[in-house]
Nanobody
Framework: QVQLVESGGGLVQAGGSLRLSCAAA????????MGWYRQAPGKQRELVAR???????SYADSVKGRFTISRDNPKKTVLMQMNSLKPEDTAVYYC???????????WGQGTQVTVSS
């Protein structure tokens, strides 16, 4: 059974930093692309960052230069360092496993990030 457990959310002032962590279980971690989505109140869930199995990364324009996604395959963990946080970054952040072949996708339970102005 695939499980994703996120941690690291919280309350921070604008300009501050947080690091999100997502630990995966029940999957061959090195073979899947991983990502972070976020959903703010009243808005659609959006892809924030993705890291491919190759280690290549991609980011939403709104977070480029401020967020960094990374992965540790032996530890089956994906991290996202978030710097220069803005109030508009306030959302629930979800860890995500992209589908691969016939395997489905998976979501974590979400972790709240709140940035005060």
């Amino acid at each position: 059974q695939v499980q994703l457990v996120e941690s690291g959310g919280g309350l921070v002032q604008a300009g501050g930093s947080l690091r999100l962590s997502c630990a995966a279980a029940g999957i061959i971690f090195s073979r899947v692309d991983m990502g972070w989505y976020r959903q703010a109140p009243g808005k659609q869930r959006e892809l924030v960052a993705r890291i491919f199995t190759s280690g290549v990364t991609s980011y939403a324009d709104s977070v480029k230069g401020r967020f960094t996604i990374s992965r540790d395959n032996p530890k089956k963990t994906v991290l996202m360092q978030m710097n220069s946080l803005k109030p508009e970054d306030t959302a629930v952040y979800y860890c995500y496993i992209f589908p691969r072949g016939t395997d489905g996708d998976y979501w974590g339970q979400g972790t709240q990030v709140t940035v005060s102005s």
